[in-house]
């Protein structure tokens, strides 16, 4: 039994090793054919193995052809040619030159430089005068048809022989009323004063005028006080 297996092994190992070395030597055989691709490999390879020629003699019985000896080639000589006469050419004779006169210098003309163009200014703008104002009438009080009462003497001023004359100052409205009284010239007497202002308060007047438009203006209207009328 013992021997059976002590054979077993043995025929185990040898194929081991057999399996092995095969794989060895297909790696190398797989490596030199990869180097055989590589172009400087080959390149090596082929220089290192010697190229053998053989030499193959000709067989006795064979006669050698005798070749008859070439003709010798006479040398050829060139005869020189003759050389070509170049023509004559006979120039033509040239005319005389004309004898040119020289053009007179050319003088400047002197050209008046160009006369200013003065440009006068633009007028200036002149508005136009506005009209005149038209003429303004002043306020009237001795009309007719006004019907304005004089003023009433004052009895104590009669008995006392007071006389004198009133300046009022009276500015009239556009409907002729008068609206505003002052004192322009007094008559020295205040009762003679008064009496004149209280009266021209109640007049009428005809109002001023500026063309046909009533306005209002100021207007001075004297009263005269005395006995002798």
Known sequence: MAALNSQRYT???RSTHIVGLAAVIALHVVVVF???QLEPVRSAITAAIPIAVNLISPPKDVVPQVLPKPAPVKPHVAKPRPVPTPPVITAAPQAPAL???????????????PEAVVVAPPAPYIAPAPAPPAPVTLPSFNADYLNNPPPAYPALSRRMGEEGKVVLRVFVS???LPTQVQMSTSSGHGRLDDAAMKTVLQWRFVPARRGDTPVGAWVLVPIAFTLRS
């Open 11 to 13: 025929a185990a190992s």
């Open 34 to 36: 990869l180097l055989l």
């Open 99 to 113: 004898s040119v006169a020289p053009t007179p210098p050319t003088i400047p003309v002197p050209v008046a430089p």
């Open 174 to 176: 556009e409907q002729g």
